[in-house]
């Protein structure tokens, strides 16, 4: 057969009518005859949707040709499952999504898929924002070009089933749903593949339900790197608690049958597996990749001799369905009707204007239908700490309270991280949670940021709260994709019909005496500062502290929104702010109906109109001290910003007032701080201010012990500052 696109289709159509076919492989299942036909089917309207996409795009009507030619094994993984199962899909299950769509009356599949190869706005899962395989109604949250990346989420999902069972709680999915995950032999080996397998095997392990199945297609090529013989065999059996099949994709009965074995397997044991699929991939890794720089043209023309699509028709003649003529008239017909698809869909329109394609940022906002705690409710939720919670109480204890608060309110909200439970915390913030809610809402994950990433987004697609701990700010680099790259980009893809609405608190910034090092004083938050939808809190205070949790979790729970909240460790247990023993730093618990600040609005200390201190966090602190120390505050005022990202300029200029004079002060580096992006705005908002100033962190990473004040922002700098320009 020819190996270029439009050659092999010809070919395989003349071989069709020609019975020029392979012998038919053995066929172990109870497929029926409706059943292999179907799945013929499938395979190549999927085979020739990939086709027709690269011939749209040499037209400029089709924008993403990555395909799934040579994976349609996969469609008799989609038959062994039911429609409610959630299907987290590798890019090429072209095949799969087509022959889901069969158990779903009146679904439009392949003129869907079509939509979304031409970025149409018609498109009814993206709305024509990427090519992506997703459908709201056939439970496929749409992934784009992942390496792995799913599959954290992948895994969240199947403990959250689980943890829904258990809580009583209706999920998105149903209680013996079960999960499938699907991936690439060369992602096999990402870090991320990886910690999501151990992630699922050490939770199997210990008896949690993990209701899983992975698929491992393997192709034996990643891009153009071959994978070494029997690797992915060897790799993927030695995943502790997760039981291995083997099936080769190329033999359609085969894979049926492996593939109904193992999901009878998990849905009643409710035990992961993995199932270990056979592949081919043909027309190269994606668009214009030439496979003969890499591969010989012996070796390619020799894959497709044993191509599944020639191996499902032989196995469909052996059983007597249908001739290879009758065959082949059929795919003529198919053929015919997916160029009519694809005229059709190239013509729809597409998004014309960013507010279009940023529409599905901010999902819309839901009414909510919690009811606030009454006092005698707030009563009996404090009931086991043995302080008075109307007694004042520094930021960690006021976190630690609003947390309580929360699981009793929002029954749907689940608490968890690296030690959580029992311990309370590194720094106690939740303590007593687990004392108080139980192991299945205040759950200890294992020592991997991007397994609790993902464990989060699986929860909120179930339809949990979820409010994951990553215990250093430094800690979440080794997982930040999975904020950036999946979580914040799913309302975008699915046009607001998926979300991964969470707070996700981040113990972070410096100053911690003598303690750490930069792996436990990190100064940079940078890497959320660019991702459209997510907001940044970071309160400075117990009392902003309540109010902002309160406001986060009504946002994720109301808005589905994707919330950080920043806590700075060394204002945790801060009681003083001038001298020892003044308390200071203290504050009362706010009332359960006290109203929450305007999303966006900084806080103001002082009445001044010389000087205006911009700051947050460990920043505004040390500038109340400056201030005070200097007693300026009828001259000068500061400003907490709290609100980080997205900066609302508009609150931020109203609260400056009739000033001329700014001075930022930010803990952050001086490259890539906030203070880059607030000076800007500033200047784009008004051109005349008298002066702006900033002081900042050093460049430089944050050293043990005392050295670390040597590159930060200290009291000092600020009295110095204030002193040379107010003639102190």
Not at 317 to 342: D, F
Not at 438 to 455: F, K, M, P, W, Y
Not at 476 to 485: C, K, L, M, S, T
Request: hydrophobic share 40%; charged share 20%; with cysteine.
């Amino acid at each position: 057969m020819r190996c270029d696109i439009e050659g092999w289709q010809q070919d395989f159509i003349e071989r069709l009518a020609q019975e020029d076919l392979p012998a038919a492989q053995s066929q172990h299942s109870n497929l029926s005859d409706t059943d292999l036909f179907a799945l013929f089917h499938s395979q190549v309207l999927s085979r020739f949707t990939d086709i027709e996409s690269r011939r749209l795009q040499r037209q400029g009507k089709s924008f993403y040709t990555i395909g799934s030619a040579g994976h349609e094994g996969n469609a008799a993984i989609a038959a062994a499952l039911r429609v409610t199962d959630p299907a987290f899909l590798h890019y090429r299950s072209g095949a799969f999504f087509l022959q889901r769509a069969r158990q779903l009356e009146g679904s439009h599949s392949l003129y869907d898929l079509m939509l979304s190869f031409c970025a149409s706005s018609d498109d009814p899962i993206s709305g024509g924002r990427h090519k992506v395989l997703g459908s709201l109604a056939l439970n496929i949250p749409p992934q784009t070009s992942t390496i792995a990346s799913h599959l954290p989420k992948a895994m969240g999902t199947a403990y959250a089933i689980g943890l829904s069972k258990r809580l009583k709680q209706a999920g998105q999915w149903p209680d013996d749903a079960i999960v499938l995950c699907n991936f690439g032999d060369a992602s096999a080996n990402h870090s991320t593949a990886v910690g999501a397998l151990n992630a699922t095997g050490w939770s199997a392990y210990q008896g949690m339900p993990m209701p899983i199945l992975y698929v491992c297609e393997d192709n034996g090529i990643g891009i153009s790197t071959s994978t070494p013989r029997g690797w992915t065999a060897q790799q993927l059996q030695n995943y502790p608690a997760i039981r291995y099949y083997y099936a080769d994709g190329a033999n359609v009965s085969e894979t049926y049958a492996v593939a109904s074995q193992a999901a009878d397997y998990i849905r009643r044991t409710r035990k992961p597996a993995i199932l270990h699929l056979k592949t081919q991939r043909f027309f190269g890794h994606a668009g214009a990749d030439a496979e003969v720089a890499y591969r010989s043209s012996e070796s390619i023309a020799q894959g497709f001799e044993t191509d599944v699509l020639l191996q499902t028709a032989a196995q469909g003649v052996e059983r007597g369905l249908c001739t290879g003529s009758q065959l082949s008239e059929k795919a003529q017909c198919w053929l015919q009707r997916i160029q009519r698809v694809g005229a059709e869909a190239s013509t729809r329109p597409r998004l014309e204007c960013a507010e279009s394609v940023m529409a599905s940022i901010v999902p819309k906002t839901l009414a909510d239908d919690t009811q606030p705690l009454t006092s005698t409710q707030q009563q009996a939720v404090f009931a086991f700490d043995k302080r008075n919670f109307k007694k004042p109480q520094p930021l960690g204890k006021m976190i630690n309270w609003a947390l309580h608060e929360i699981l009793a309110r929002y029954q749907n909200t689940v608490v968890f991280g690296e030690d959580v439970g029992k311990k309370g915390g590194v720094y106690h913030v939740t303590h007593h949670l687990f004392d108080h809610f139980g192991a299945n809402r205040v759950v200890n994950t294992l020592l991997d940021e991007q397994s609790i990433l993902g464990l989060a987004m699986g929860m909120a697609q179930q339809g949990f709260l979820p409010i994951p701990e990553i215990q250093f700010l430094a800690y979440v680099h080794n997982a930040e994709d999975q904020i950036r790259g999946e979580a914040a980009t799913l309302p975008f893809f699915s046009n607001g019909q998926y979300h991964n609405g969470m707070v996700i608190r981040i113990a972070g910034l410096a100053y911690q005496k003598g303690f750490g090092g930069h792996f436990h004083n990190d100064n940079s938050f940078a890497v959320f500062r660019d991702i459209p939808g997510v907001i940044v809190m970071c309160p400075s205070n117990g009392q902003d502290a309540v109010l902002m949790m309160r406001q986060a979790v009504q946002l994720a729970h109301c808005q589905k929104r994707l919330v950080i909240f920043l806590e700075p460790i060394a204002l945790y247990m801060t009681r003083d702010l001038l001298a020892e023993g003044d308390q200071g730093w203290l504050h009362e618990f706010p009332s359960a109906d006290a109203p929450l600040p305007a999303l966006g609005e900084p806080s103001r200390y002082g009445d001044g109109d010389e000087l205006v201190i911009i700051t947050y966090g460990n920043g505004y602190y040390l500038s109340r001290q400056a201030c005070s120390e200097l007693n300026l505050e009828q001259r000068i005022r500061i400003l907490d910003l709290r609100y980080l990202v997205p900066l609302d300029i508009e609150k931020i200029v109203e609260a400056i007032g009739s000033a001329n004079h700014i001075l930022v002060v930010d803990e952050c580096r001086n490259r890539g701080s906030l203070s880059e992006e607030l000076i800007t705005a500033l200047y784009e908002h008004r051109r005349d201010w008298q002066r702006v100033d900033r002081i900042t962190a050093k460049d430089s990473f944050i050293p043990l012990g005392s050295a670390a004040y040597k590159v930060l922002p200290g009291k000092e700098d600020i009295r110095q500052y204030l002193q040379e320009h107010l003639g102190q």
